[in-house]
């Protein structure tokens, strides 16, 4: 996907998003690295919650990074966007990824390939910053695939004369003046893949860089990210809390949608403040499936993890031991889970800092409005790279 920054299309951190600028939790850009030796080198046993189980779940996420790894030359980068040096080539993944295919059902199958094929390293690491883990989902909504009656909101693909625009260099329009190129016609029409009900739905689809979209006929289309104008993200967040419409402590996903939905004049204005844009695609994939992330591969609920690709590939392994939200109520649940690097965000800078994926829903995206925890990522190094240094 990628979201405004994340390659599912948008992902970034919903709650860290939506507050972008007007938080000192969202982590710098530092580039730390992280070097492996004996000190830094863990047992499994050393992984509070490692035999709790789940482990099954996350090699089927493992095994799509692994399709996608074998097809790389064995001197390749394992994420040619990565230049930390602590995850080796593609070559030293390989025997891995290779055995990865023959490992039976069950999380107890899958607990023994991990701990026989990996080493849990540390990563703590000087000017590593704070941890900071958020969370996204695939948004739901009400759409038709023809303007009319309550559908009136586009979601449109990218125009072939913004395509040629960038090839040749030049800068593409703003939000306000693509919206008004819109309305005045002076965009082919056909580039409008759904129409949807609720233009707050447009804005958080915006957001997440992808979705569901349920139709009147009792189909569901899903819309994936195709491009962005690359213009400036401003903060709805951000400016309703420089407008005095919702304290700073007290904004999240829940609380905009709130605040949009009772001020519906001010909807549109409020959006225009903000530059960039982002355009779709019909997505063709199993409804049981997440959307692609920045690796191109199906992401898996509560198992794919958007992480700094300066600092940390896609297709790496890693034991994130947090908290989540407790689904629409108060207070917060442990959350330790074997993850896979499958996406990226403007917003996800540092090696400790990382996006939860938490699939479609109103659960999941009661989860991820929420969601701003600490905790500590752990990554799992194939053995034979971890023996060679």
Same mark, same amino acid.
């Given at each position: 996907m990628k979201r405004h920054g994340k390659t599912l299309g948008a992902g970034l951190g919903l709650a860290l998003l939506l507050l972008a600028g007007c938080s000192g939790s969202e982590a710098s850009g530092?580039?730390?690295?992280? *070097?492996?030796? %004996?000190? +830094? *080198?863990? *047992?499994? +046993?050393d992984l509070e919650g490692w035999s709790s189980g789940g482990q099954a779940l996350s090699l089927g996420?493992?095994?799509r990074s692994c399709t996608r790894i074998l097809k790389l030359n064995h001197d390749d980068l394992l994420d040619p966007k990565t230049g930390n040096a602590l995850y080796g080539e593609a070559g030293d993944w390989r025997a891995a990824c290779a055995a990865a295919a023959g490992v039976g059902p069950g999380d107890e199958a899958a607990r023994r390939y991990f701990e026989s094929h990996f080493i849990p390293v540390s990563l703590a690491a000087e000017g590593s910053g704070k941890s900071l883990f958020t969370g996204y989902y695939e948004p739901e909504m009400k759409g038709a695939l023809h303007r009319g009656g309550v559908y009136q909101t586009p979601i449109i693909?990218? %125009?072939?004369?913004?395509?040629?625009?960038?090839?040749?260099?030049?800068?593409?329009? @703003?939000? *306000?003046?693509i919206e008004d190129m819109l309305a005045r016609g002076e965009l082919d029409p056909g580039l409008a893949l759904v129409w949807l009900a609720d233009p707050v739905d447009a804005f958080f689809l915006h957001v997440q860089g992808s979705g569901r979209v349920a139709l009147e006929d009792g189909r569901t289309v899903r819309l994936a990210f195709a491009a962005k104008n690359e213009r400036p993200y401003t903060s709805i967040g951000k400016l309703l809390i420089e407008d005095g419409a919702i304290p700073r402590d007290e904004v999240s996903m829940q609380t905009i949608r709130a605040w949009l939905e009772s001020h519906p004049d001010a909807v549109r204005p409020l959006l225009r403040r903000n530059d960039s844009y982002i355009f779709f695609k019909m997505l063709t994939a199993d409804p049981s499936l997440g959307p692609p992330g920045a690796e191109q591969v199906n992401l898996t609920p509560q198992r794919s993890l958007a992480v700094d690709r300066s600092l940390h590939p896609l297709g790496a392994l890693f034991w994130l031991d947090t908290?989540?939200? @407790?689904?629409?109520?108060?207070?917060?649940?442990?959350?330790?889970? $074997?993850?896979?690097?499958?996406? @990226?965000?403007?917003?996800?800078?540092? $090696?400790?800092?990382?996006?939860?994926?938490?699939? %479609?829903?109103?659960?999941?995206?009661?989860?991820?409005?929420?969601?701003?925890? %600490?905790?500590?990522?752990?990554? $799992?190094?194939?053995? +034979? $790279?971890?023996?060679?240094?």
């Open positions: 530092m580039t730390a690295t992280a *070097s492996v030796g %004996p000190e +830094n *080198s863990l *047992s499994f +046993n996420a493992f095994r693909g990218f %125009p072939p004369e913004f395509a040629a625009a960038r090839r040749a260099g030049k800068t593409l329009p @703003t939000r *306000s003046e908290t989540a939200p @407790t689904p629409h109520r108060a207070g917060e649940e442990p959350f330790r889970q $074997l993850m896979v690097a499958q996406d @990226t965000g403007t917003a996800i800078r540092g $090696l400790q800092r990382g996006d939860v994926f938490w699939g %479609p829903g109103a659960e999941a995206a009661d989860i991820a409005g929420r969601m701003k925890q %600490p905790g500590e990522l752990i990554a $799992l190094l194939p053995r +034979n $790279l971890v023996a060679g240094r």
